[in-house]
């Protein structure tokens, strides 16, 4: 269990371990929460290739400002563990939202370990950012209600077993592919199966940033266009009909038809004895 209300014993306030999301690239993307704690953390841990620098000019007058690209678990622990000895809160910044594919579970359980107490603050996932850059919902009324979000495993961790991506697409959902777009060549030929050649596909890389890029087409001649544009790292992939859909009902959420009798936005009145 997280210990997450730890006192230290001078002052009476938390000394915590703030995981924070730091959005998908565009510095202004981080909540107001996450915004405060950086500026009165006297210590930062960023990702220097991934968390944007002008988040780090928050940080206070003097702190203590550690690019972890290139540490290790281990140092990274060791720097959390220092700052907690000294009494000190630590802003750990991860690009994205913390809940995917940030790495916080092997940090949390050492943290755990070692009796430092931890927070996390969510942040904008770059999946959210893509389509905020297509301009399009990913959950269209009778098109598409599911989202996957998945990656591959080329030069990464194993992927469990029943979790490729062929029995994945078998439900044709919606799917959202991150670290992955090195691999498009295998990532269409698993799909394909499924989802047929002329399923539209989006790959939005950097999204969110000054050089952000939008590649728009199916799964015929996505790789094409990913290769024309020398796209490598840093995109997500977006495969699925609600990517073009035109033709599809409106929601029930704000039909004129909808009984609004003790309902709010999102439940419907209590149920009757």
Do not use: W
């Amino acid at each position: 269990m997280a210990l997450v209300h730890a006192r230290d014993d001078l002052g009476g306030e938390p000394v915590t371990v703030h995981f924070i999301g730091a959005g998908p690239g565009a510095a202004d993307l981080i909540t107001l929460r996450g915004h405060r704690l950086i500026a009165a953390a006297p210590v930062c841990l960023y990702a220097g290739s991934l968390v944007p620098a002008g988040l780090l000019d928050a940080c206070p007058p003097g702190a203590r400002k550690v690019d972890t690209a290139n540490l290790t678990l281990d140092e990274i622990i060791a720097e959390m563990v220092a700052a907690h000895t000294a009494g000190v809160d630590v802003a750990r910044l991860h690009s994205g939202d913390p809940s995917v594919f940030s790495a916080v579970a092997e940090q949390m359980r050492r943290l755990d370990a070692a009796g430092v107490p931890y927070d996390v603050t969510p942040g904008v996932p770059a999946f959210a950012a893509a389509a905020a850059a297509l301009a399009r919902e990913l959950t269209v009324p009778e098109v598409a209600q599911t989202v996957i979000l998945t990656r591959t495993a080329e030069r990464a961790t194993a992927m469990p077993p029943g979790e490729d991506l062929a029995t994945l697409g078998a439900s044709r959902a919606t799917m959202i592919l991150h670290l992955a777009v090195q691999r498009i060549d295998a990532v269409v030929a698993e799909l394909t199966g499924n989802y047929g050649a002329d399923c539209p596909v989006a790959v939005v890389a950097r999204a969110s940033r000054p050089d952000e890029l939008i590649l728009r087409g199916t799964l015929a001649d996505i790789v094409g266009k990913v290769k024309d544009a020398g796209v490598r790292r840093t995109a997500v992939i977006v495969v699925g009909a609600a990517l073009t859909a035109g033709q599809f009902p409106d929601s029930h959420l704000y039909s004129a038809d909808r009984c609004r009798s003790g309902d709010d936005d999102h439940h419907p009145g209590p149920a009757v004895p």
